[in-house]
């Protein structure tokens, strides 16, 4: 799959949009897609990552809150693959300003959302759907 250009949708970024996706959409997305949203969430939030690294997530996380984008999501199972597939792009890219505490803080959150057997699938984070 080709990346569409993710930047254009910085502008879509806000924290209470964010919110309010990741929680209407948590189960239909599964908790993979969550856990790279949430790091990239609490990654944007780090006063250690650089400014470029900043723009790139905020675009990648302005695509996954825009309704529109290459593949709608609303088309079932298809609908959010684009999406995972641009935050794992950027989470790729900035996984060396990741601090362990960011992805203990995204795991303890996903725990509010899934069961564990669902949380397992985040142990294989870059393997290819």
């Not at 930047?7 to 879509?12: D, T």
């Not at 790091?39 to 690294?53: G, P, W």
């Not at 959010?80 to 900035?94: C, E, I, T, Y």
Request: hydrophobic share 45%; glycine share 4%.
């Amino acid at each position: 799959m080709e990346l569409p250009d993710f930047m254009s949708y910085a502008n879509k970024f806000s924290q209470s949009d964010f919110v309010e996706k990741i929680s209407s959409i948590a189960k239909r997305a599964g908790a993979k897609l969550v856990y790279a949203a949430l790091i990239l969430y609490y990654t944007l939030q780090s006063d250690k990552v650089s400014t470029a690294n900043k723009a790139m997530i905020i675009g990648a996380l302005g695509y996954m809150i825009s309704p529109l984008d290459v593949i709608p999501d609303a088309i079932p199972i298809a609908g959010l693959s684009d999406d995972l597939a641009v935050l794992l792009f950027v989470l790729k890219k900035v996984w060396t300003d990741i601090d362990p505490d960011i992805q203990t803080k995204a795991k303890e959150k996903l725990a509010k959302w899934f069961d564990e057997d669902e949380i397992d699938e985040i142990n294989d984070l870059f393997k290819a759907e």
